[in-house]
């Protein structure tokens, strides 16, 4: 089993800035990719930016230079450091990692973390 816990969502204003990290725990033998998606209210669940086990990252259209993503492997963690946000911004962030674990590979997905942009 694995446990993906977020953090670090929260409400900032225009221009602001949050950072939200990702921790995976439990059987984790290899992490294949890790990272993050947003879905606002109505609208469908969308790449914000991903990582490979080899280090390739990807981002959304969306992002553009604004959002950096990055790990620590050592703590099984990626940070996805936002800047210049705007209300467009605002979403449930989601994590979702794909990890081998004993009996293959799997898709896990956090609970998610509200980040809201607004004055």
């Known amino acids: 089993q694995v446990h993906l816990v977020e953090s670090g969502g929260g409400l900032v204003q225009p221009g602001g800035s949050l950072r939200l990290s990702c921790a ?23 790449l ?10 990807v981002y ?14 050592a703590k099984n963690t990626v940070y996805l450091q936002m800047n210049r946000l705007s209300p467009e911004d605002t979403a449930v962030y989601y ?5 081998t674990v004993l009996d293959g ?8 973390t509200q980040v809201t942009v607004s004055s």
């Not at 969306?62 to 492997?73: E, G, H, I, K, Q």
């Not at 590979?105 to 998610?112: E, F, I, K």
């Open 48 to 57: 914000v930016a991903t990582i490979t086990e080899g280090g390739s990252i």
């Open 95 to 99: 994590c979702d990692a794909w990890i």
């Open 105 to 112: 590979d799997h898709d896990w997905w956090g609970q998610g």
């Open 60 to 73: 959304g259209d969306s992002v553009n230079d604004r959002f950096t993503l990055s790990r620590d492997d």
């Open 24 to 46: 995976a725990s439990g059987s984790i033998h290899t992490i294949r990719v890790m990272g993050w998606y947003r879905q606002a209210p109505g609208m469908q669940r969308v």
